[in-house]
């Protein structure tokens, strides 16, 4: 682990796992538990990095295989990395690109080496190892970078997700070697499926190899949210406590508030801005469809507490109006509004349990 990254947790939850702390980077402090907006092509859809900022998002992610496809990582790092390109002063977090190429599963073989799939946007056949993955995101520059994994699906086969998560750990010794960067800090993934048994073995594993952050993969693609929920609580414990744990892919109020509660740190998830995109906002933890005509004329702000732009500013009526009319205000002012909801939900959880009231206050979303 590199000076320039520390893990400092500040506060207990007394009757959960739940701990509030920092994650300390070269581009500034994560507070955590905090949720993280997902900015797949260096930027965080219709809303530009002061936007961003004024939600209270501390650190971002950019997705490696799509920016290897468009514009491609040189371009990124001869504009001075990814800070630079996208005008993020923040922390950046860099997934591996192992999720988007399992998912091409007519397109892709994987092999020990490493996977070679067909790209969506010119029929050129790419070989991604993970001496490759670490090497675009060693070129991108974000702080935090993701060691390449093998993603089973769910359902597999008991067979089929030990072989990947055997390959995972193969994968993550390469990777570490092919690390050149100190002022980046990689993190592994624990894999496993449904397996609590194969969940432990991969966590013990990683956490015998000393690295900065560890993350828990495979857990939000398929599953019932009760099967995902009892994956993190047996898998969370076995990760070291002094370093930042990272539930990749997740963020309804829910699955965080479980996860929190079982130790976890950060989380990703594109529901804020996806859901913005098809007209509908997070409330409260509810998603309410603006298209909808109870809201025509409705005068009130979407939530009167929020203090986001879109909330001090627009009624339902108004946005509700910009979506009906297809205009890109609409998804600009919604993003700016579920982003703030999500970051806000994860904040008043740390206050929470820095002041000790965290299973009271939050006990609809623990049960």
């Not at 479980?258 to 594109?270: E, P, Y």
């Not at 109870?294 to 339902?316: A, S, V």
Request: glycine content about 8%; hydrophobic content about 40%.
């Amino acid at each position: 682990m590199t000076t320039q990254f520390s893990f400092q947790v500040s506060t207990r939850c007394s009757q959960t796992k739940a701990r509030a702390g920092v994650f300390y980077t070269p581009h500034g402090a994560v507070e955590t538990p905090r949720f993280m907006p997902v900015g797949t092509l260096a930027n965080v859809k219709t809303v530009t990095p002061t936007q961003l900022q004024e939600t209270g998002a501390q650190m971002v992610l950019a997705n490696t295989y799509h920016l290897h496809l468009q514009p491609g990582e040189r371009i990124v790092e001869k504009a001075g990395g990814l800070h630079q390109f996208m005008r993020w002063n923040q922390p950046i977090l860099t997934d591996s690109g192992g999720f988007q190429v399992f998912s091409l599963s007519e397109m892709r073989q994987i092999t020990d080496d490493g996977v070679i799939f067909r790209s969506p946007h010119d029929g050129q056949m790419i070989n991604l190892t993970p001496e490759r993955s670490i090497q675009i995101q060693n070129a991108l520059g974000a702080d935090v970078i993701m060691a390449f994994d093998e993603c089973p699906p769910y359902p597999a086969s008991r067979e089929e997700v030990e072989a990947a998560t055997q390959r995972t750990y193969r994968w993550l010794e390469r990777c570490i070697s092919a690390h050149q960067r100190p002022d980046q800090a990689l993190f592994g993934i624990v894999q496993g499926g449904v397996y609590p048994d194969l969940r432990a073995a991969a966590a013990e594993a990683l956490a015998g190899l000393d690295l900065p952050g560890y993350a828990i993969g495979g857990v939000s693609v398929g599953e019932p949210p009760e099967l995902i929920a009892k994956i993190v609580q047996a898998t969370t414990p076995m990760l070291p406590v002094d370093k930042p744990r990272y539930l990749m892919g997740v963020g309804t109020y829910k699955e965080m508030a479980q996860a929190i509660a079982s130790g976890m740190d950060l989380f990703d998830c594109v529901i804020p801005t996806r859901l913005a995109r098809h007209g509908a906002a997070l409330v409260k933890g509810e998603r309410w469809n603006l298209k909808n005509s109870q809201y025509r004329e409705d005068f009130q702000p979407l939530d009167e507490t929020c203090p986001c732009y879109t909330c001090q500013n627009f009624t339902r009526a108004y946005i509700s109006h910009l979506v009906r009319s297809q205009e890109i205000l609409a998804y600009t002012l919604l993003t700016i509004h579920n982003i703030t909801e999500l970051v806000r939900f994860t904040q008043k959880i740390r206050e929470a349990i820095i002041g000790d009231r965290f299973t009271t206050e939050f006990a609809q979303w623990l049960s």
